[in-house]
T-cell receptor
């Protein structure tokens, strides 16, 4: 399978701060998604981003497929951003996703 | 996208019993998956639920322990059999909607299982 590594594993921020989360993967992929798991366990789709850059409000993501990594940027963090952020990749024709171990974010007021 | 519901949302079960979890989608989907998330851990794929045929299980998961059904393109069940406390986890259903690209995965709200 594909190895997916996320860093940092834990992150504590003061409200209003910015952060960058990283996802490295061990093989070429044709699909990459970022998810936010809220404290109630629900997984929310943030980005479908196999390559390039996307922005959605205070969040943006960049994937450099040739170098096998993706970055998730959170600006002006809020307490509601707390939770675990997962990166998941899928290799063409495998039809299944491999998840990283996640980054646990705690935003303090 | 897709709207996914799971039943039950949570349950507390005794060891040795079985629990069946249902996953219902509001539209036909290409792929359906079942994941397990143990406390404080990432998601682990249990199996791909195949419509009209046996599920495809990942290494470490067997049909006798986790039988799966998928009678149509909008519904699937996962049974956790002969449960032990080690089966205490969140079980999540996910889908990839039909219609080609993007191959984007969506998750149900999960079933939080505690085995005593």
């Amino acid at each position: 399978g594909i190895q997916v590594e996320q860093s940092p594993p834990d992150l504590i921020l003061q409200e209003g701060a910015n952060s960058t989360l990283r996802c490295n993967f061990s093989d070429s992929v044709n699909n990459l998604q970022w998810f936010h798991q809220n404290p109630w366990g629900q997984l929310i789709n943030l980005f479908y981003i196999p390559s390039g850059t996307k922005q959605n409000g205070r969040l943006s993501a960049t994937t450099v497929a040739t170098e096998r990594y993706s970055l998730l940027y959170i600006s002006s963090s809020q307490t509601t951003d707390s939770g675990v952020y997962f990166c998941a990749v899928e290799k063409y024709n495998f039809n299944k996703f491999y998840f990283g171990s996640g980054t646990k974010l705690n935003v303090k007021p | 996208s897709a709207v996914i519901s799971q039943k039950p949302s949570r349950d507390i079960c005794q060891r040795g019993t079985s629990l069946t979890i249902q996953c219902q989608v509001d539209s036909q989907v290409t792929m359906m998956f079942w994941y397990r998330q143990q406390p404080g851990q990432s998601l682990t794929l249990i199996a791909t639920a195949n419509q009209g045929s046996e599920a495809t299980y990942e290494s470490g998961f067997v049909i006798d322990k986790f039988p799966i059904s998928r009678p149509n393109l909008t519904f699937s069940t996962l049974t956790v059999s002969n449960m032990s406390p080690e089966d205490s986890s969140i079980y999540l259903c996910s889908v990839v909607p039909s219609g080609g690209l993007p191959y984007e995965q969506y998750f149900g709200p999960g079933t939080r299982l505690t085995v005593t």
